[in-house]
């Protein structure tokens, strides 16, 4: 491996290092009522947003909150020395993509039948980091 190709992936591995991700697949919730929930918590830090999530009547909050907690789980993982609350976590991206559809049909009167489409759908929590100690050197 070469010096540069060497450095060039050194620094994407101290880059990552700041960021952290869960993904889940396949929930059962359509993902227009889904992105509902997501637009409150995107951007928000990571205390505020599960306090968001965690008061939230709608039931896609109780899956993302689930979701956030194996982000910064996740998170804790890779930075062992490092304290969730100094870190300065947040949501850094969530995304909402549509998933596998159960196509079911309703008996409708006259011999006929309606579709009915089950839709699930696929999310993805980013988590970056805003450490004080980059914030003063840049």
């Given at each position: 491996m070469?010096?540069?190709?060497?450095?060039?992936?050194?620094?994407?591995?101290?880059?990552?290092?700041?960021?952290a991700?869960a993904k889940?697949?396949?929930?059962p919730?359509?993902?227009?009522?889904?992105r509902?929930?997501?637009?409150?918590?995107?951007?928000?830090?990571?205390?505020?947003?599960?306090?968001?999530?965690?008061?939230?009547?709608?039931?896609a909050?109780?899956?993302?909150?689930k979701l956030?907690?194996s982000?910064?789980?996740?998170?804790?993982q890779?930075?062992?020395?490092?304290?969730?609350?100094e870190?300065g976590l947040?949501v850094?991206?969530?995304?909402?993509?549509?998933?596998?559809?159960?196509k079911?049909?309703?008996p409708?009167?006259?011999?006929?039948?309606h579709?009915i489409?089950?839709?699930?759908?696929h999310?993805?929590?980013?988590?970056g980091?805003?450490?004080n100690t980059?914030?003063?050197?840049n």
């Amino acid at each position: 491996m070469g010096v540069r190709k060497r450095e060039r992936a050194e620094g994407i591995k101290e880059a990552n290092k700041q960021i952290a991700f869960a993904k889940l697949n396949n929930c059962p919730t359509s993902p227009r009522k889904m992105r509902l929930v997501a637009d409150l918590v995107r951007g928000q830090k990571v205390e505020r947003a599960l306090n968001i999530l965690r008061f939230s009547s709608k039931e896609a909050s109780r899956k993302l909150e689930k979701l956030l907690l194996s982000a910064i789980n996740n998170w804790e993982q890779k930075n062992a020395e490092g304290d969730v609350a100094e870190a300065g976590l947040f949501v850094q991206e969530i995304r909402v993509d549509g998933g596998m559809m159960l196509k079911r049909l309703r008996p409708a009167p006259q011999g006929r039948a309606h579709r009915i489409r089950k839709r699930s759908n696929h999310v993805t929590i980013v988590l970056g980091a805003t450490n004080n100690t980059q914030a003063t050197n840049n």
